[in-house]
């Protein structure tokens, strides 16, 4: 007797059913928004995660023109400018003329925003870890690898 195939020979991708559980988007989703609420839990109602992107990008780099924060953080023209004027107005980042072009603008943290940072290293840590809890700790290292490569 025969065995009859799951689906008939020749049959494409488009022929499978589509189960959204097994998309990568879906779950990348799902495990975003996971690791917002661990940061909003942690970090509260202080900074959203794009500022604390931006502010912990500049603690780590120093002074630096908008438009390269934006890039090192990963964040398009329109973006950066929303969360700098805002970082701006809440007195935790400060702008100068860049002296070797007076062009130029450089973003620099004020007291507060190198206080504000310091006092979350901790929950940002935190937060990384709570994310990746799941994973015992070869997973953790396999896993952030892998997510490197997709960037």
């Known amino acids: 007797m025969a065995v009859k195939p799951d689906r008939p020979s020749g049959a494409t991708a488009q022929?499978?059913?589509y189960v959204l559980d097994e998309q990568v988007g879906f779950v990348l989703r799902q495990v975003s928004q996971r690791h917002a609420t661990i940061f909003a839990n942690r970090i509260g109602c202080d900074v959203t995660p794009t500022q604390w992107a931006a502010l912990s990008k500049l603690a780590e780099v120093g002074p630096t023109?908008?438009?390269?924060?934006?890039r090192l953080t990963a964040m398009d023209v329109a973006t950066i400018k929303g969360v700098i004027d805002r970082l701006i107005a809440r007195g935790f980042?400060?702008?100068?003329?860049d002296p070797e072009d007076a062009r130029r603008r450089l973003l620099t943290l004020s007291e507060g925003g190198r206080a504000l940072v310091q006092s979350h290293?901790?929950?940002?840590?935190?937060?990384s870890e709570e994310t990746v809890a799941p994973l015992d700790e070869a997973d953790r290292a396999e896993f952030i690898r892998l997510l490197?490569?997709?960037r």
Do not use: C, Y
Request: proline share 4%; hydrophobic share 40%; net charge positive.
């Open 15 to 17: 022929q499978r059913p």
């Open 65 to 70: 023109s908008q438009n390269r924060l934006g």
């Open 93 to 97: 980042v400060t702008t100068e003329t």
């Open 121 to 127: 290293i901790a929950d940002a840590f935190a937060i």
């Open 148 to 150: 490197a490569k997709l």
